[in-house]
């Protein structure tokens, strides 16, 4: 018995000086701990191998044991990856989750994009309806007078009453007046009797509540008649004050 464990002892020495030797030459320092496991195995398995069987029992011993410290670093190792994936996993639901987020608010922001151009295309659509009613009331806004006089009549009163509560309903339009008379007399005439019926009709839409502020004039007297051509028809065009209603921002490309 004696005999054996010394046997063991001898085989134990030489063995764990030849694998520490063959470790520091063939893999280096970074694989200390991986041969350390195997050592212990190996010494552990060479003493069981030895007590059991003697000097042929050592010598498997020690290979059992080489795979006994193997498997426990193997499965130490396994539990390190183990926690590592855990984290990994948890990582990667937290990222889900923010994505999830992201997604949602980036479909919310494209509803509110999609609502906002669709108020654009409707207010352009509306802007575009109502410059046209607008042109549509300019044409025949004229209030006609009758050779050499300022008075207007009842016809066109009504008219003016019309575009009186027209703009009191619309609180944004403002109205262009430019006055006018016949190619009949001579200039100076004609112009002052242009002013004349500019300031009349001005006059009788400030009597309806129209602001003074919101009606701008300018009289023209003969200097632009509507025919080239005059005859009694074309004089009668000519005298009379045009009304046109303007929209916010139209007044400026009016004058």
């Known amino acids: 018995m004696k005999k054996q464990l010394i046997a063991a002892t001898i ?3 030489m063995m764990i000086s030849n694998v520490s030797w ?13 041969h350390t496991e195997e050592l212990v195995g190996l010494s552990s398995g060479i003493l069981l191998g030895a007590v059991i069987g003697g000097p042929v029992g050592a010598i498997i011993g020690a290979f059992t044991g080489t795979f006994i410290g193997k498997s426990v670093g193997d499965e130490a190792e396994l539990s390190v990856q183990k926690q590592q994936l855990v984290q990994q ?24 994009s999609e609502k906002y151009y669709q108020l654009q295309s409707n207010l352009a ?14 044409i025949g806004m ?34 262009d007046l430019t006055g006018y008379a016949d190619r009949r007399g001579d200039n100076d005439f004609n112009q002052a009797l242009s002013e004349q019926r ?28 509507m025919h080239q051509e005059q005859n009694f028809e074309n004089d009668f065009f000519d ?9 916010p921002g139209a007044e400026l490309a009016a004058n």
Not at 150 to 170: C, G, K, T, W
Not at 202 to 213: D, K, M, N
């Open 239 to 247: 005298r009379r004050v045009t009304l046109k209603l303007l929209a």
């Open 89 to 112: 996993e948890k990582k990667l639901t937290q990222t889900n989750e923010q994505l999830m987020a992201l997604s949602t608010k980036q479909q919310s922001l494209e509803q509110v």
């Open 198 to 225: 500019l300031a009349e009709v001005t006059q009788y839409l400030v009597t309806q509540g129209i602001a003074r502020e919101r009606l701008h004039g300018q009289a023209y007297g003969s200097t632009l008649p």
């Open 142 to 175: 004229n209030v006609q007078f009758k050779t050499g006089s300022s008075h207007i009549e009842p016809l066109f009163e009504q008219q003016l009453d019309n575009v009186a509560y027209m703009m009191s309903l619309s609180p944004e339009l403002t109205i």
């Open 22 to 34: 063959a470790n520091d030459n063939d893999h280096g320092m970074s694989e200390e701990r991986e």
């Open 125 to 138: 659509e509306q802007k575009v309806n109502q410059q046209q009613t607008l042109n549509e009331l300019t």
């Open 11 to 13: 085989i134990s020495t």
